[in-house]
């Protein structure tokens, strides 16, 4: 069986803060707002591997009005999700993200970020992608008050559909006379 899972996030870019995406950290002005680290692409991975297993969503398990979670670590909080969507049996073929943000340019990260997230998500680079793009100058991240990030994830688990069928069919054969 498989699942498809997206995950959109934005953050408001405010000085003093750290400019986060999938742990890496990128030399910028301005960074993240959030009640936690604010890594938008974390937030973003987060609600696709959640939303593929049908297992709620970042708001419902990680809330901001917890006070526990002040400047949490978003890739820890990854791995947590990780773990129930790992526990639910499933397990991650890929993922594909885009990060949308006027500066800094992505491309000189995005193999930092790929590994990042990668060693996370317990799989290899290759499987994980991510694309830089701008805005154009259009909306608040054209105008460079904030970051967005969509990630797309392919789930797995073994009992597909075409497996039990096959296991039916061999039983069945087992005990024809
Ligand atoms: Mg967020």
Redesign the pocket.
């Known amino acids: 069986m498989i699942r498809i899972g997206v995950g959109q ?1 934005i ?1 408001r870019l405010v000085l003093g803060r750290r400019f986060l995406l999938g742990g890496v950290q990128l030399p910028a002005e301005k960074g993240e707002a ?1 009640h ?1 680290d ?1 890594d ?1 692409l974390a ?1 973003a991975v987060i609600d696709a591997l959640l939303g593929a297993a049908a297992l709620g969503d ?1 708001g419902g398990l990680f809330p901001p009005s917890d006070p526990a979670l002040k400047d949490a670590d978003s890739m820890a909080l990854l791995r947590s999700a990780l773990c129930l969507v790992q526990r639910a049996g499933w397990r991650l073929h890929n993922l594909d993200c885009v990060v949308c943000c006027e500066s800094p340019k992505l491309l000189p990260f995005r193999d930092a970020i790929r590994a990042s997230l990668a060693e996370a998500l317990e799989v290899p680079a290759e499987r994980v992608f991510v694309k830089g793009k701008t805005a154009e100058g259009l909306g608040p991240v054209g105008e460079g008050r904030a970051v967005q990030a969509l990630a797309v994830c392919l789930l797995e688990r073994g009992d597909s559909p075409a497996g039990r069928e096959g296991k039916e069919a061999q039983h069945e054969a087992e005990n024809r006379d």
Request: no cysteine.
């Open positions: 996030d953050h959030g936690s604010g938008a937030h970042i």
